[in-house]
């Protein structure tokens, strides 16, 4: 799945975390696949995401020449855009839906006219990210990057003409029931517990 070490780094700190599964799962698609995030757990052992922040941190120091705020969406993203601000010397802000709409957290005082990078756990389709970026627009935020811990899409979505920077870029393999090959196998399935955020 990974192929190179670098890789292979951010991959076993994901499992240091037990965020990223390996087994037999249903997907809430109805598809099977043999890996799991549940990203949760990212936040859960915090020694532990600090590894990967660390990692995250040197990825955009080293691209992202000045800006004010890490900005990142509510819930999950929130201890890792706060910790990416710590390291990066930063300030943090984050965003929460009221009424559907995506909107800065009320208090956070110095964001508008300001720059800033978008910093999520797992890029899937981009929605949550678009948003974000809605949101930021609104209030003259100038965004100068957006970072992901994990893209599911496997690099394959830009948004808004964006690249989308990741520690790791990974697209699962999710197979139909009648054709997947640890059923064939009569490995037990997990149905994980669903999301309760949209992504
Ligand atoms: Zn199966």
């Not at 691209?63 to 930063?90: C, Q, R």
């Not at 964001?111 to 809605?134: F, P």
């Not at 893209?151 to 979505?157: H, I, K, L, M, N």
């Not at 697209?171 to 309760?196: H, L, N, Q």
Request: proline letters at 4%.
């Amino acid at each position: 799945m990974a192929e190179n070490a670098h890789d292979q780094l951010v991959l076993s700190l994901f499992k240091e975390c037990d965020a990223l599964l390996q087994g037999h799962f249903k997907l809430t698609s109805g598809k099977h696949s043999e890996w799991y995030f549940e990203k949760i757990r990212l936040i859960e052992k915090p020694a532990a995401l600090e590894k990967i922040v660390d990692l995250l941190a040197e990825k955009i120091e080293a691209e992202i020449a000045d800006f004010d705020y890490v900005v990142s969406p509510a819930y999950g993203a929130i201890a890792i855009g706060f910790l990416a601000a710590l390291k990066l010397g930063k300030k943090f802000a984050f965003t929460q839906r009221a009424d559907e709409k995506m909107t800065i957290r009320s208090g956070f005082s110095g964001l508008d006219g300001s720059t800033a990078i978008i910093v999520e756990d797992i890029l899937t389709t981009g929605g949550s990210i678009q948003e974000v970026l809605a949101c930021l627009k609104e209030h003259q935020v100038a965004v100068k990057g957006i970072y992901v811990l994990v893209d599911r899409s496997g690099g394959a979505v830009p948004i808004e003409g964006r690249a989308v920077g990741s520690l790791l870029a990974l697209k699962v393999e999710a197979f139909e029931p009648d054709v997947c090959p640890f059923c064939k196998k009569g490995i037990p399935i997990t149905k994980p517990g669903a999301s309760d955020k949209r992504t």
